[in-house]
């Protein structure tokens, strides 16, 4: 295998929203968060398009806050998922970030949240995207940030190192692009970052090993058969070093961030 699949259909699909699902009340502060930048200007019924929307659990309590939201994502199975959940005013399409089926200045504002480092070449992407915003519309970049000191922030980079150093150059396809500097160039300005919401879990060692190995760890699922075994047994031998009880649950603090950025974006 030269290259990880990232192929969000079946049983990945399945399992993408108990994997990165949001607690209920986290959840509806980020779609509040989210509506609170978009509506001022555009109006309650604003109009924002997420790339990649998967399951929904972005677009479903931005919805739910009152926008109307067009989410697109290549897979059927992920927008099935999303469709049996009912929401009013949630609109899917299943249509390729690099070439949107939307015309020019359509909409309020743009979500990307942990999807352009998938792109085969984030420029396009970008410059696709604003291109169906109107002028002075937002583009929110957000993000799950995860204390790096706690034990689910070690073992996200301990786990990301360690596939590297098994699979050289097993990167996605655009990690390390710039999207904040590409957005720039296409016309728009940094305006401010927000912390959507914070709140703190538990975890044990344990318990974050035994998800890995089971492919149910937001990062794990992506690893193939040969792979995996590897990785868990390296992961096991550094955390017996990193911890003396690996079934001690510790507190993880966690924080749903977003960067805006808006302009006239070239129109």
Do not use: N
Request: charge should be negative; glycine fraction near 8%.
């Amino acid at each position: 295998m030269s290259r990880l699949d990232y192929t969000f259909d079946g049983r990945v699909a399945d399992q993408y929203e108990g994997q990165r699902a949001h607690p209920a009340a986290v959840s509806d502060a980020i779609g509040a968060a989210i509506a609170a930048v978009v509506t001022p200007a555009a109006g309650p019924s604003a109009a924002l398009l997420e790339l990649g929307v998967g399951t929904g659990r972005m677009a479903r309590p931005v919805a739910q806050h009152g926008c109307r939201v067009w989410g697109i994502d290549v897979s059927r199975d992920m927008l099935e998922i999303t469709r049996d959940t009912g929401v009013d005013g949630l609109y899917l399409c299943q249509a390729d970030m690099h070439r949107l089926p939307f015309p020019a200045g359509w909409f309020d504002a743009v979500l990307a949240v942990h999807v352009l480092h998938l792109a085969t070449d984030v420029r396009t992407v970008l410059t696709e995207a604003v291109r169906t915003l109107r002028a002075g519309g937002w583009f929110l970049l957000g993000r799950d940030w995860i204390d790096p000191e706690s034990v689910a922030g070690k073992f996200q980079q301990q786990l990301r190192r360690t596939v590297l150093e098994l699979r050289p150059g097993m990167a996605p396809p655009a990690a390390g692009s710039r999207p904040s500097a590409i957005l720039g160039e296409l016309g728009g300005a940094k305006m401010r970052d927000v912390t959507a919401a914070e709140w703190t879990t538990i975890a044990s060692p344990a318990a974050v090993l035994a998800s890995i190995a089971a492919k149910t760890h937001a990062e794990s699922w992506i690893l193939d058969d040969d792979l995996l075994p590897q990785v868990v047994s390296r992961l096991t031998t550094w955390a017996t070093r990193e911890w003396s009880d690996l079934s001690q649950a510790r507190p993880v603090s966690r924080r749903f961030e977003l960067s805006l950025f808006q302009g006239d974006w070239g129109k």
